[in-house]
């Protein structure tokens, strides 16, 4: 036993700079599961064990993942922030996924909100620029094919 609690210790110090990011992705995890099964049973869905599996394979592979880019930037490329980057991909990938699950629940889009938010605002000019050269590029695509 006393070997056991030994090396649950030394994991514990080894993974501690690594541990803020695991529980943040956590969190995520279990937000987005929430709000997945709140959605289901608003709009009278199945929930099935197969969709729970999915979240605790999440939990696993995400962690992994996290883990492995940490060693990596860690101990073998110390100049490229593996860590932050993997970490971003990932909680990115569950912010959407729990802003989908919010537009199932309550039928608007928080997206399409935001930006109806920030055009309020005095960067509506910028908006507006980057939406008419996207619309402009599109027609010009379109021109030339």
């Given at each position: 036993?006393?070997?056991?609690?030994?090396?649950?210790?030394?994991?514990?110090?080894?993974l501690?700079?690594?541990?803020?990011?695991?529980?943040?992705?956590?969190?995520?995890?279990?937000?987005?599961?929430?709000?997945?099964?709140?959605?289901?049973?608003?709009?009278?869905?199945?929930?099935?064990?197969?969709?729970?599996?999915?979240?605790?394979?999440?939990?696993?592979?995400?962690?992994?993942?996290?883990?492995?880019?940490?060693?990596?930037?860690?101990?073998?490329?110390?100049?490229?922030?593996?860590?932050?980057?993997?970490?971003?991909?990932?909680?990115?990938?569950?912010?959407?996924?729990?802003?989908?699950?919010?537009?199932?629940?309550?039928?608007?889009?928080?997206?399409?909100?935001?930006?109806?938010?920030?055009?309020?605002?005095?960067?509506?000019e910028?908006?507006?620029?980057?939406t008419?050269?996207?619309?402009?590029?599109?027609?010009?695509?379109?021109?030339?094919?």
């Amino acid at each position: 036993m006393e070997r056991i609690i030994k090396f649950l210790f030394w994991l514990t110090a080894l993974l501690s700079p690594v541990n803020a990011v695991m529980v943040t992705m956590v969190f995520l995890i279990i937000v987005d599961f929430i709000t997945g099964a709140y959605a289901s049973v608003k709009n009278k869905i199945a929930i099935r064990s197969s969709r729970i599996g999915h979240t605790v394979s999440k939990f696993f592979i995400y962690n992994l993942v996290i883990l492995a880019a940490f060693f990596l930037e860690e101990h073998i490329v110390n100049e490229v922030p593996f860590l932050k980057i993997i970490a971003g991909f990932i909680a990115i990938t569950e912010i959407k996924s729990i802003l989908e699950n919010y537009n199932a629940i309550y039928g608007k889009n928080p997206f399409k909100a935001l930006v109806n938010l920030i055009k309020l605002t005095p960067l509506k000019e910028t908006i507006e620029t980057l939406t008419e050269d996207d619309t402009s590029s599109k027609k010009n695509e379109e021109k030339t094919v």
